[in-house]
């Protein structure tokens, strides 16, 4: 098997009102969908976007990715990278999940993720990193 990691960033066009519902929608759905093609990875959302990590074999990675390009939910949505790896990074989360609320303010802020410089506009290495930090944060 040879394992793929695609990092993508994007602007979110999630209604504050239903911002809730959606972003469990969107967990739900990616869990179930990862699960049954083998995927794992970590999804970050702010009010304004997302950033995910999406692990597994190159076939299930391209038909998620095709997925995401085509949600209504997302806006001028950037390939950060797609390449081969040996390993998975978040092996055992179908699709683990952090969002930048009072909580997470803090780890978010360290990375330099604020209401001024939001998460889709920030570089490749630094949302690896703050995925990893996030990631031991909830373990």
Do not use: C
């Not at 074999?57 to 997925?67: A, F």
């Not at 360290?110 to 990193?129: C, H, K, N, R, T």
Request: charged share 30%; aromatic share 8%; proline share 4%.
């Amino acid at each position: 098997m040879s394992l793929v990691r695609l990092v993508y960033a994007s602007r979110s066009l999630l209604v504050e009102k239903d911002r809730r519902v959606e972003l469990a929608r969107i967990i739900e759905t990616a869990r179930r969908l990862n699960a049954q093609n083998q995927l794992t990875g970590f999804l970050m959302a702010t009010p304004g976007g997302f950033a995910q990590i999406i692990e597994g074999e190159i076939g299930n990675i391209e038909e998620t990715y095709g997925r995401i390009m085509v949600d209504p939910r997302h806006d001028d949505l950037r390939l950060l990278t797609q390449e081969p790896v040996d390993r998975r990074r978040f092996d055992g989360w179908t699709m683990a999940f952090a969002e930048r609320d009072e909580t997470t303010a803090f780890i978010f802020g360290l990375y330099g993720v604020s209401p001024e410089a939001e998460i889709f506009e920030q570089p490749l290495d630094l949302l690896l990193d703050l995925a990893d930090e996030l990631a031991n944060a909830r373990a």
